[in-house]
Nanobody, 119 residues
Framework: QMHLVESGGGLVQSGGSLKLSCAASESPVSPYILSWYRQAPGNQREFVGNIVSSGDTNYGDSVEGRFTISRDNAKNIMYLHMNNLIPEDTAVYYC?????????????WGQGTQVTVSS
């Protein structure tokens, strides 16, 4: 069973940057999707972006051009590079692993890491 652990959250001023990490307990097996989501108090969980096993990335409209996803395959870590942060980016950030092998997709979530952006 895949275990995911997010880290790197914290308090940052508006306009600042943070890098989040999502460490997987084992190597993802292709095909798969590694995703970032976030959830602010009172809001639904929002898609931030993902990276698929081919290396292609996709981003939500609210972070396009400011956030970048990368991965270190040797360390089984996915990163979320966040630049030009704004208070609206304040949320708990979660990573998710979706295995696309087999008939039914299997998903695993991390426990989340808090990001707070002050104005």
């Amino acid at each position: 069973q895949m275990h995911l652990v997010e880290s790197g959250g914290g308090l940052v001023q508006s306009g600042g940057s943070l890098k989040l990490s999502c460490a997987a307990s084992e190597s993802p097996v292709s095909p798969y999707i590694l995703s970032w989501y976030r959830q602010a108090p009172g809001n639904q969980r929002e898609f931030v972006g993902n990276i698929v096993s081919s290396g292609d990335t996709n981003y939500g409209d609210s972070v396009e051009g400011r956030f970048t996803i990368s991965r270190d395959n040797a360390k089984n870590i996915m990163y979320l590079h966040m630049n030009n942060l704004i208070p609206e980016d304040t949320a708990v950030y979660y990573c998710k692993y979706t295995s696309l092998r087999g008939i039914n997709n299997v998903e695993y979530w991390g426990q989340g890491t808090q990001v707070t952006v002050s104005s």
